[in-house]
């Protein structure tokens, strides 16, 4: 019996040393334990969300958490899921909305195809931007009150993706919806007419997301990080077969789009099935006003700039243009934004055998600048350099006075006056002349008129007057000369050039003009006084007349000029340098107000210190601008 008592007391002690145990291990496997991650991991763990890992965001995660949710049973029961998020006690606003645009959003790409939207996937991203949109706007704490929130840098990511595709698959069905619509029901949504202020000469044709675009050739990409979807809307091609002007709107322009749902309280934002895409240009707009709170509007501006020399053709077309067997045959004044009469205007004209890619990263580079985006606007000429100088000058000048008198025909926009000239190469050339007088300096270039009539005379006068008597533009008051052969180059009697010339076609018009001009020559006997018209290479040569006589014709004393000037190889005195093309004494002008020499080949333009310089000289021009426009009392 002692032993039997013995045994059960042994083995009392073992049960309750097991259940001490027991205790113990539960106690130890309900402790926290802990680890370290890489702090490259963490980063990688912030930024994980629906978008860029397509899972679930470590906020939306926790908040599932709460209702004891998975992402993958929100997946398997999304409207159970959804419900429970919507409705589910103990969860604040801000989590609570900011989990459902993702989970929406989650939806919306586990359906979509790309290039076809189903309705069931454009519900679920308008689902998403709308709790975006409450999330934002209509939670207790304002967007401003939650910048550094990275919850809210997601939510908005959310809702800009969202209002992308969204956009995307209104745009393709808006040609079926006619031409006076004011509401169309779409996916179970209303969907009213856009209200836009954006200013194109017609309506698009494509409509392409910025994110999705990338460049090769571009030194960078000029954004404004703010609200909304960033676009480039494609106008179609002008038709070849009518009569077009010599100016050209943009074909390719920026738009923001923004989506709003109406309602006053968070609670009629949430019930409505009512949508309105708001259609903004970001030239002109730098806020949008939602629910009373002005916000920044996103912004892309190079993208429209680099898909339109993306697709532009310009290299082959300025090849044919300089040779004469196709490309252009008339000046063209390039608009680069839709014009604004309050913006400051800057012309560009580009040099021999090239085009307005000789200012790719130019215009890029200066509009980069918030304070002269908001201020300018670039127009780009683009002529045939196969064409004489004196030519081109009268025809450039033509077109730029068609232009201004198109835009405003009572010359009384700021856009008309003080305007910038930006040229290089001959571009700079044709630039100093447009802001030049002639006087009667360059009729010594008429061959000596013989036995001529009265009236033969005064016929052969008005035929030559428009190309060798010319005045300085009154609406210019600024210009910048870059690498610019003011007095010729010797270059251009090189032999392997001149060989080169040779094989340039004059344009048709301008033949035509030598015949007629040879016809008004002729004497009483029929004898013709010798004529020769340089091409634009001849006039280039520092021994060429043409250039020999305009070399020192005065600048206006109203216009302000400045000298960008590339230094190659820098060997000796200034004076006997050049950019490999251009010597320094050609591109040199006196009484310039500046004049910088840069190290570089004669496309001293591309240079970062002459993208610099000339953003200089801009502010310059706006400070002096507005000073008189504005005096000090």
């Given at each position: 019996?002692?032993?039997?008592?013995?045994?059960?007391?042994?083995?009392?002690?073992?049960?309750?040393?097991?259940?001490?145990?027991?205790?113990?291990?539960?106690?130890?496997?309900?402790?926290?334990?802990?680890?370290?991650?890489?702090?490259?991991?963490?980063?990688?763990?912030?930024?994980?969300?629906?978008?860029?890992?397509?899972?679930?965001?470590?906020?939306?995660?926790?908040?599932?958490?709460?209702?004891?949710?998975?992402?993958?049973?929100?997946?398997?029961?999304?409207?159970?899921?959804?419900?429970?998020?919507?409705?589910?006690?103990?969860?604040?606003?801000?989590?609570?909305?900011?989990?459902?645009?993702?989970?929406?959003?989650?939806?919306?790409?586990?359906?979509?195809?790309?290039?076809?939207?189903?309705?069931?996937?454009?519900?679920?991203?308008?689902?998403?931007?709308?709790?975006?949109?409450?999330?934002?706007?209509?939670?207790?704490?304002?967007?401003?009150?939650?910048?550094?929130?990275?919850?809210?840098?997601?939510?908005?990511?959310?809702?800009?993706?969202?209002?992308?595709?969204?956009?995307?698959?209104?745009?393709?069905?808006?040609?079926?919806?006619?031409?006076?619509?004011?509401?169309?029901?779409?996916?179970?949504?209303?969907?009213?007419?856009?209200?836009?202020?954006?200013?194109?000469?017609?309506?698009?044709?494509?409509?392409?997301?910025?994110?999705?675009?990338?460049?090769?050739?571009?030194?960078?990409?000029?954004?404004?990080?703010?609200?909304?979807?960033?676009?480039?809307?494609?106008?179609?091609?002008?038709?070849?077969?009518?009569?077009?002007?010599?100016?050209?709107?943009?074909?390719?322009?920026?738009?923001?789009?923004?989506?709003?749902?109406?309602?006053?309280?968070?609670?009629?934002?949430?019930?409505?099935?009512?949508?309105?895409?708001?259609?903004?240009?970001?030239?002109?707009?730098?806020?949008?006003?939602?629910?009373?709170?002005?916000?920044?509007?996103?912004?892309?501006?190079?993208?429209?700039?680099?898909?339109?020399?993306?697709?532009?053709?310009?290299?082959?077309?300025?090849?044919?243009?300089?040779?004469?067997?196709?490309?252009?045959?008339?000046?063209?004044?390039?608009?680069?934004?839709?014009?604004d009469p309050t913006r400051l205007t800057v012309v560009m004209l580009h040099g021999l055998a090239s085009s307005p890619e000789a200012w790719v990263n130019v215009a890029n580079e200066v509009l980069g600048d918030e304070i002269l985006r908001r201020h300018y606007q670039v127009w780009q000429v683009y002529y045939p350099t196969n064409a004489p100088i004196p030519v081109n000058l009268a025809q450039i000048r033509k077109a730029l006075d068609a232009t201004l008198r198109h835009f405003d025909p009572a010359g009384t926009a700021p856009a008309s006056h003080h305007i910038m000239l930006v040229g290089h190469s001959m571009g700079g050339v044709i630039a100093r002349l447009l802001v030049s007088s002639s006087g009667n300096a360059l009729w010594s270039l008429v061959p000596s008129e013989r036995d001529l009539s009265v009236a033969r005379r005064n016929r052969l006068h008005r035929a030559l007057a428009p190309y060798l008597q010319f005045s300085p533009m009154l609406q210019v008051d600024e210009a910048v000369f870059l690498a610019a052969p003011h007095r010729g180059t010797p270059v251009a009697r090189h032999r392997l050039v001149r060989w080169l010339a040779e094989l340039i076609r004059l344009p048709l018009g301008v033949l035509k003009d030598m015949t007629n001009l040879s016809d008004l020559l002729k004497d009483n006997d029929g004898n013709s006084a010798p004529l020769h018209i340089s091409n634009s290479v001849g006039n280039l040569s520092d021994k060429d007349p043409f250039i020999v006589a305009t070399e020192n014709l005065p600048i206006s004393p109203a216009v302000r000029y400045h000298s960008i000037i590339g230094l190659y190889k820098p060997r000796g005195a200034l004076d006997t340098t050049s950019d490999g093309v251009v010597p320094y004494l050609s591109a040199h002008l006196p009484g310039a107000a500046s004049e910088v020499v840069i190290p570089s080949w004669h496309s001293v333009q591309e240079t970062p210190a002459a993208i610099l310089e000339l953003r200089r000289i801009m502010r310059g021009h706006l400070e002096r601008v507005e000073t008189a426009v504005m005096p000090t009392p």
């Open positions: 019996m002692h032993e039997e008592r013995q045994g059960h007391g042994v083995a009392g002690w073992a049960a309750r040393g097991l259940l001490a145990v027991a205790l113990v291990c539960l106690n130890a496997c309900a402790m926290v334990g802990v680890s370290r991650i890489k702090p490259g991991d963490v980063v990688s763990e912030r930024r994980t969300d629906m978008l860029g890992a397509r899972q679930l965001s470590d906020n939306t995660v926790q908040t599932l958490n709460v209702l004891a949710l998975t992402a993958k049973r929100c997946e398997q029961s999304f409207d159970t899921c959804t419900g429970m998020l919507a409705h589910a006690a103990g969860i604040d606003e801000e989590r609570r909305l900011s989990a459902l645009s993702e989970v929406w959003l989650g939806r919306a790409l586990q359906g979509d195809r790309g290039a076809v939207i189903s309705d069931a996937t454009l519900d679920a991203y308008l689902q998403s931007a709308r709790y975006a949109y409450a999330y934002l706007f209509f939670t207790v704490r304002t967007p401003a009150e939650r910048v550094f929130d990275q919850r809210q840098a997601k939510v908005i990511a959310f809702y800009d993706y969202a209002v992308e595709r969204i956009v995307g698959r209104w745009f393709q069905v808006l040609p079926s919806l006619g031409q006076g619509w004011q509401t169309a029901s779409l996916a179970g949504w209303n969907v009213e007419r856009p209200n836009t202020d954006m200013r194109m000469r017609a309506a698009p044709v494509e409509l392409l997301p910025a994110s999705t675009l990338r460049f090769k050739g571009l030194q960078n990409v000029y954004r404004r990080d703010g609200f909304g979807s960033d676009f480039v809307a494609v106008a179609p091609p002008l038709d070849a077969a009518q009569t077009v002007p010599p100016w050209r709107e943009p074909q390719y322009v920026a738009m923001t789009g923004v989506l709003t749902f109406p309602g006053a309280t968070l609670e009629a934002v949430l019930a409505t099935h009512d949508v309105q895409l708001l259609v903004r240009d970001p030239y002109r707009d730098a806020n949008v006003t939602i629910d009373q709170q002005s916000v920044p509007l996103g912004a892309n501006f190079t993208a429209p700039y680099g898909l339109w020399l993306a697709r532009s053709g310009f290299a082959a077309q300025s090849i044919r243009s300089l040779l004469g067997r196709g490309g252009i045959d008339q000046p063209r004044v390039l608009l680069m934004q839709p014009y």
